[in-house]
């Protein structure tokens, strides 16, 4: 008998982990609207970066919809504020509009648990945040380096989550069943950054949508048009089956 994503998502309660991926919180947007439009919950959520913002915005009570209809009306101007720092960009922006759009102000009121991962500057390595205020943690979890300042949280300087931990998975707990998608880098360093490297763990299916459009600041129709791609892609994938641990599927119809 042939067991279809779909099949393995319904079997048990599962996990969602969602990778780095600069902007592609388009395309997790998309996994999340077809997720919920198929009726299938994840009961904990752990991300990186754009997977961290995307993660952290639905487990605050945001629906795929309601934050499909924010990224649609995104423009450069709603998070532009470049400043002298460390970083070519403030964040006061980006960290006013996410203080807008959660729905609760702490981890504590989120609807199922969330850990997002952070780069910590002072012990160079990745530190996971699942306690306390929800704005600064995801906002610190997308400080890429060059483009946001980084933030300080807690007394402790954070930066992107994806330095290090690009799948987001250093908050899973072990034994979990996982979906884990992963944004698949079009970057040309991609065949020898080991960061690119999918990870294995047992219990994991990995949910990988090829071909997306490459959106980025300057490139956010493109990014619209990613997140109206993977929706379509992903309702496509629930109904493949799952095969080695992995499913794969191109938003071109493949």
């Known amino acids: 008998m042939t067991v279809t ?36 919950v994840p009961g904990l959520v752990t991300g990186s970066s754009a ?7 639905w487990a605050s009570g945001v629906n795929g919809a309601e934050m499909g209809e924010e990224l649609k009306g995104l423009a450069r101007q709603d998070f532009w504020d470049p400043g002298p720092g460390a970083g ?13 759009l959660l729905k609760v102000p702490t981890f504590s009121g ?14 160079r390595g990745t530190r996971v945040l699942n306690r306390g205020e929800l704005a600064p943690a995801l906002h610190a979890s997308c400080a890429v380096p060059l483009l ?34 992963h944004l698949v880098s079009r970057s040309p360093w991609r065949r ?12 994991m299916t990995v949910l990988m949508l090829r071909d997306l459009p490459r959106s980025g600041p300057f490139r956010l129709e493109e990014g619209r ?4 791609l993977s929706r379509e892609a992903a309702l496509r994938a629930l109904e493949r089956p799952v095969g080695g641990g992995r499913v794969e599927v191109s938003v071109r119809g493949r």
Request: charged fraction near 25%; proline fraction near 6%; charge should be neutral.
């Open 148 to 181: 946001f300042h980084p933030v300080w949280h807690g007394g402790r300087l954070y930066a992107d989550g994806g330095i290090l931990d690009r799948p987001g998975l250093e908050g899973m707990p072990e034994g979990r069943r996982v979906l884990f998608h």
């Open 51 to 57: 997977g961290a913002l995307v993660g952290g915005l």
């Open 88 to 100: 070519l960009l403030r964040g006061r922006k980006f960290r006013e509009r996410l203080e807008r």
């Open 192 to 203: 020898v950054d080991p960061s690119q490297e999918i990870p294995e763990r047992a219990g």
């Open 5 to 40: 994503l779909r099949d393995w998502l319904r079997e048990e309660p599962f996990s969602l982990a969602m990778s780095s991926g600069f902007f592609g919180f388009f395309a997790h947007c998309g996994v999340i609207q077809a997720l919920e439009e198929a009726g299938l």
């Open 110 to 123: 989120c609807r199922v648990p969330l850990a997002v991962s952070v780069f910590d500057w002072w012990t």
């Open 225 to 228: 048009r990613a997140l109206v």
